[in-house]
């Protein structure tokens, strides 16, 4: 029986004709609008469907008789060359099965980033940004190229190489790039957020902080996206001084992820909840939430581990009385970002440190 990793609108438009029904039979069938249907039709591979409409689609090919589900194979097969829009010549370019091949590998770098897997998620990805020159590729391996661009970016953030030739800010651009041509707006949306995120992260607050703030309000993004924008604001503004401020910011985007049902972006608010009442010298509220955040937090991702170690030790250090177990959690954090690589995380803990006037028992 036939199954798809990834739905773009090719997959959609060999499902609709496997099945035989006409654009808006479907689109009832679906229960998606008529014009979705035809947008799949028409850009094919270089767009796709939201995630929740890739579950109905894997809903209505499961539910598929048999043959159904060999139309539906015959049409991807049939399909495998360039799409008759683009007229882009590809017979140098990747077969399908190489497309499904770098689709997978997508999916185990997204896997490997999570766990901080660093050397295995470059590998991965330089296999394929290596192997093929934009001009050979169709509409659907430029999308997956932007995708393993895009990916390459945020394994470059995650290392702390934030701006130069070889940098997140680079490989985000270059994404931005291709998945502008291709004509998809989440993407470059979702991108915007990216970039906004490394103009944070070198210190260009109050750009940042500008993008956050346009890209909350951005139809192009997921209501996920423009509450993390939104949190984002927050995280700007409490690096700038304006603590209160960004507190009632950030309890805006906790109160969104509540509602969308995201206990992980719901568990980061309040790590971030707190480090902005500790900034406000409001210590009893910020050991409260980060508490939340400690006890709700992912604790199999090591990026998230640091994370919260690190505000934890930075709360912890603010008062007197709790100093040693604040340099303890800072140490904590710092071993296992130099285990990880996170060398934008251990520039932070050492800043922390400074600021405090603290020396890690290790260096005295």
Same mark, same amino acid.
């Given at each position: 029986? *036939?199954?798809?990793?990834?739905?773009?609108?090719?997959?959609?438009?060999?499902?609709?004709?496997?099945?035989?029904?006409?654009?808006?039979?479907?689109? @009832?069938?679906?229960?998606?609008?008529?014009?979705?249907?035809?947008?799949?039709?028409? #850009?094919?591979?270089?767009?796709?469907?939201?995630?929740?409409? =890739? *579950?109905?689609?894997?809903? *209505?090919?499961?539910?598929?008789?048999?043959?159904?589900?060999?139309?539906?194979?015959?049409?991807?097969?049939?399909?495998?060359?360039?799409?008759?829009?683009?007229?882009?010549?590809?017979?140098?370019?990747?077969?399908?099965?190489?497309?499904?091949?770098?689709?997978?590998?997508?999916? +185990?770098?997204?896997?490997? /980033?999570? +766990? @901080?897997?660093?050397?295995?998620?470059?590998?991965?990805?330089?296999?394929?940004?290596?192997?093929?020159?934009?001009?050979?590729? %169709? %509409?659907?391996?430029? #999308?997956?190229?932007? &995708?393993?661009?895009? !990916?390459?970016?945020?394994?470059?953030?995650? =290392?702390?190489?934030?701006?130069?030739?070889?940098?997140?800010?680079?490989?985000?651009?270059?994404?931005?790039?291709?998945?502008? =041509?291709?004509?998809?707006? &989440?993407?470059?949306? @979702? /991108?915007? /957020?990216?970039?906004?995120?490394?103009?944070?992260?070198?210190?260009? /607050?109050?750009?940042?902080?500008?993008?956050?703030?346009?890209?909350?309000?951005?139809?192009?993004?997921?209501? +996920?996206?423009?509450?993390?924008?939104?949190?984002?604001?927050?995280?700007?503004?409490?690096?700038?001084?304006?603590?209160? #401020?960004?507190?009632?910011?950030?309890?805006?985007?906790?109160?969104?992820?509540?509602?969308?049902?995201?206990?992980?972006?719901?568990?980061?608010?309040?790590?971030?909840?707190?480090?902005?009442?500790?900034?406000?010298?409001?210590?009893?509220?910020?050991?409260?939430?980060?508490?939340?955040?400690?006890?709700?937090?992912?604790?199999?991702?090591?990026?998230?581990?640091?994370?919260?170690?690190?505000?934890?030790?930075?709360?912890? !250090?603010?008062?007197?009385?709790?100093?040693?177990?604040?340099?303890?959690?800072?140490? =904590?954090?710092? @071993?296992?970002?130099?285990?990880?690589?996170?060398?934008?995380?251990?520039?932070?803990?050492?800043?922390?440190?400074?600021?405090?006037?603290?020396?890690?028992? &290790?260096?005295?």
């Amino acid at each position: 029986m *036939a199954t798809v990793h990834h739905w773009t609108g090719l997959e959609a438009r060999a499902l609709r004709l496997a099945l035989r029904m006409s654009v808006r039979v479907f689109a @009832q069938h679906l229960g998606v609008a008529v014009r979705t249907v035809s947008n799949w039709d028409k #850009y094919l591979s270089a767009t796709e469907p939201r995630p929740d409409t =890739q *579950a109905i689609l894997d809903t *209505a090919l499961a539910r598929a008789d048999a043959s159904a589900h060999l139309r539906f194979e015959t049409f991807l097969s049939e399909a495998g060359g360039p799409p008759a829009t683009t007229g882009r010549v590809t017979s140098a370019g990747p077969r399908a099965w190489e497309y499904e091949s770098w689709t997978d590998d997508l999916d +185990r770098v997204a896997v490997a /980033l999570s +766990r @901080q897997n660093f050397a295995f998620a470059d590998n991965l990805l330089s296999r394929w940004l290596n192997r093929f020159r934009p001009p050979e590729l %169709d %509409d659907k391996g430029l #999308y997956l190229l932007a &995708r393993s661009t895009a !990916l390459m970016g945020d394994l470059k953030r995650d =290392q702390g190489a934030v701006v130069g030739p070889l940098s997140a800010q680079h490989a985000y651009a270059g994404a931005h790039s291709i998945f502008t =041509q291709l004509d998809i707006p &989440r993407r470059v949306a @979702q /991108l915007d /957020l990216s970039l906004a995120v490394v103009a944070e992260m070198s210190g260009r /607050l109050e750009t940042a902080a500008r993008h956050y703030e346009n890209l909350a309000v951005d139809d192009r993004l997921a209501r +996920r996206d423009r509450a993390r924008a939104r949190l984002w604001v927050g995280t700007a503004l409490s690096k700038e001084g304006e603590h209160d #401020y960004a507190a009632r910011v950030m309890l805006a985007a906790t109160r969104d992820f509540e509602d969308l049902g995201e206990p992980d972006d719901w568990s980061v608010a309040h790590q971030k909840l707190a480090l902005a009442h500790r900034g406000a010298g409001d210590l009893g509220k910020a050991v409260h939430f980060i508490g939340i955040a400690r006890r709700t937090g992912v604790t199999d991702s090591p990026m998230q581990r640091v994370r919260l170690d690190t505000a934890h030790g930075h709360i912890l !250090l603010s008062d007197p009385a709790t100093r040693d177990d604040g340099l303890s959690a800072l140490d =904590q954090a710092a @071993q296992l970002a130099a285990q990880y690589g996170m060398s934008h995380q251990l520039a932070s803990i050492e800043s922390i440190r400074t600021t405090a006037g603290a020396t890690s028992p &290790r260096r005295r």
